[in-house]
């Protein structure tokens, strides 16, 4: 399966952004998927996932939690990310990623345990 990431741009502060990840087959529930982000000379952080067997459950780092929304779409093969209340500290390359191993919790959160990533969509949150 391949992913494919969309919906980056310019956003002034305060502002949203809905990125999209299309997958190029279905992928299934028990797998994960998340949303992770790069900014300039930092490390690569989880941002938002839902984990294996999730239930509706959802997990997201603390500086995003309440103005960040991860969603899927089973009927577009998609998985997005509702960005809103956008502060500077958003910056950076965004990526889409899911693992053809099992993650339950708040593990869905790392990044090293994905093995299938999206090409990153840069987000700018700048006035």
């Known amino acids: 399966v391949q992913l494919q990431a969309s919906g980056g741009g310019l956003a002034q502060p305060g502002g949203s952004l809905r990125l999209s990840c299309s997958f190029s087959?279905?992928?299934?529930?028990?797998?994960?998927l998340g949303w992770f982000r790069q900014a300039p000379g930092k490390a690569r952080e989880g941002v938002a996932c839902?984990?294996?067997?999730?239930?509706?459950?959802?997990f997201y780092v603390p500086s995003v939690k309440g103005r960040f929304t991860i969603s899927r779409d089973n009927t577009k093969n998609a998985v997005h990310l509702q960005m809103d209340s956008l502060k500077p500290e958003d910056t950076a390359v965004y990526y889409c990623?899911?693992?053809?191993?099992?993650?339950?919790?708040?593990?869905?959160?790392?990044?090293?345990?994905?093995?299938?990533w999206g090409q990153g969509t840069l987000v700018t949150v700048s006035s």
């Open positions: 990623a899911t693992a053809q191993i099992l993650m339950y919790g708040s593990t869905c959160l790392t990044p090293p345990q994905y093995d299938i």
């Open positions: 839902i984990p294996s067997s999730s239930r509706g459950r959802t």
């Open positions: 087959a279905s992928i299934a529930d028990h797998y994960p």
